[in-house]
T-cell receptor, first 116, second 107 residues
Framework: DAGVTQSPTHLIKTRGQQVTLRCSPI?????VSWYQQVLGQGPQFIFQ???????GRGNFPDRFSARQFPNYSSELNVNALLLGDSALYLC???????????????FGSGTQLSVL | GEDVEQSLFLSVREGDSSVINCTYT??????LYWYKQEPGAGLQLLTY?????DMKQDQRLTVLLNKKDKHLSLRIADTQTGDSAIYFC???????FGKGTRLHILP
């Protein structure tokens, strides 16, 4: 079975542009989370979606938005890019069905975004 | 808010045991996790512990949980060069990560 897949793997943008990152969860997983990992730091929580509904949002500006589709894939959009948005963007999926407060996250390899 | 803290760097000799420590603030979570990240890669789920357990052993890995002190540790027995990576402690409703501990293996 395929794991979590993300596209593209690398992306270069300039300040002020907009970017869309894509993620497909593991088959059978209904929840997708997005994290931003700046070099030398741990991943920072951005969003979690379950059944197309936003379940949680981290401390990120409104320039960051996301959505989840009926097939459970997801997109992360970032508008008006800043130099500080340069990071590895990680998508993770989880089943979200066992009743645990925080089920295991399975991560993709990420999209490396560079803003020049 | 929720917080997870780890020491940033650990250096051990090949063959010795490595112990990576973590403290956290959110005690309501069902699971606590250890993830491993190798250079240029995403995060790999290494092991996890259910919050009502004190210890879990999985081959060379031992996880210890002290709920009273909100302290989690990961012990890697017989550390090998392939264990060189960054190890992240994670827990919380939305799964919050520490800054990661970089494990360096000395020959």
């Amino acid at each position: 079975d395929a794991g979590v897949t993300q596209s593209p793997t690398h992306l270069i943008k300039t300040r002020g542009q907009q970017v869309t990152l894509r993620c497909s969860p593991i088959s059978g997983h209904k929840s997708v989370s997005w994290y931003q990992q700046v070099l030398g730091q741990g991943p920072q929580f951005i969003f979690q979606y379950y059944e197309k509904e936003e379940r949680g949002r981290g401390n990120f500006p409104d320039r960051f938005s996301a959505r989840q589709f009926p097939n459970y894939s997801s997109e992360l959009n970032v508008n008006a890019l800043l130099l500080g948005d340069s990071a590895l963007y990680l998508c993770a999926s989880t089943q979200f069905s066992t009743g645990a407060t925080n089920e295991k996250l399975f991560f993709g390899s990420g999209t490396q975004l560079s803003v020049l | 808010g929720e917080d997870v803290e780890q020491s940033l760097f650990l250096s051990v000799r090949e063959g010795d045991s490595s112990v990576i420590n973590c403290t956290y603030t959110d005690s309501s979570s069902t699971y606590l996790y250890w993830y491993k990240q190798e250079p240029g890669a995403g995060l790999q789920l290494l092991t996890y512990i259910f919050s009502n357990m004190d210890m879990k052993q999985d081959q060379r890995l031992t996880v210890l949980l002290n709920k009273k002190d909100k302290h989690l540790s990961l012990r890697i027995a017989d550390t090998q060069t392939g264990d060189s990576a960054i190890y992240f402690c994670a827990t919380g409703d939305k799964i919050i990560f520490g800054k990661g501990t970089r494990l360096h293996i000395l020959p």
